[in-house]
């Protein structure tokens, strides 16, 4: 439905948006205050310039587990009890309530310190603020969280880089959107470009010009027939449902746009690849290396 060029990308805290940011916390059992919206700015392929605004993204850190014998609902919650205890406290407010950890899950990995034969099992933790990472680990190699040293891994990778690899996305590429809603521009009058009546009201139109020309005829497009990147999008008249009510513009870019990182098309591509046909030097390898194999007794 939408494409942007990545050009730069940023991120800011702010208020959870319904419908695009995740409002409740089962694992915490609580409101969610804040979390990390990405910006991505750029162009689409039809040249307009873009903010994108993209939600749903929280930066983690892996830890090994080590609460077997108990109860792992019960242990994960305790973890991310110590780790919001110990933050606060390092920040000067020993009594402050404040949560830092958005939720923690088990998942399986292999560890890439040392030799390991097999997985095992990570407490996967998942922050709200990208600069609290750093701050996080400290505490756990030093021995602040649970009374134990903890090894954190993947600890070193930058929020936003961490993105780039978990969605497929790079410098310059195209990020591809199954579905977007679109922020409203400031309607103003026609004498001194204030506001009307404080009215943030303005309606958008969509113009489908399939990258031929501006003076291609405007075309009334409806949900359904929102298809293609080469679309190209005016402020005018776009249906309700693809704008974002209550929700105000933060860039001078022609268009402003929200997301959920669920909706990013690119890491299908990832998922493709097991598909890939062999080339013809990887099948010469492999043949010589089944020979190799059979000679020393060795089954293939």
Sequence with gaps: ?????????????????????????????????????????????????????????????????????????????????????????????????????????????????????????????YLYNPSMVKRVCELLQGGAIMNKIYQPHEAHIPYLLQLFIDYNLYGMNLVNLGAVKFRKSQRTDDAGGTPKDGSINSSFRLKCSMWRSRSTPKVQLSDSSLEGAFVRWEEEAIPSSLVLEGVEKQSTCE????????????????ENRGFVASTESERIFLKRLKEILRQNDFSV
């Design 1 to 125: 439905m939408f494409a942007v060029r990545i050009v730069t990308a940023d991120y800011y805290m702010a208020n959870p948006l319904k419908d695009l940011d995740v409002c409740y916390s089962e694992f915490r059992e609580d409101h969610v205050k804040r979390v990390p919206v990405v910006r991505i700015f750029g162009a689409t392929p039809a040249g307009q310039k873009t903010c994108l605004h993209l939600h749903g993204i929280f930066p983690y850190i892996y830890v090994p587990y080590d609460g077997y014998g108990q109860q792992p609902e019960r242990y994960l919650r305790q973890v991310a009890f110590s780790i919001d205890r110990a933050l606060n406290v390092s920040m000067g407010h020993p009594s402050s309530s404040v949560q830092h950890v958005f939720k923690v899950s088990l998942v399986s990995g292999m560890p890439f310190y040392g030799y390991h034969a097999k997985e095992r099992l990570f407490m996967k933790m």
């Design 255 to 270: 268009l402003e746009a929200d997301a959920v990182a669920a909706d990013i098309l690119n890491r299908l591509e990832i």
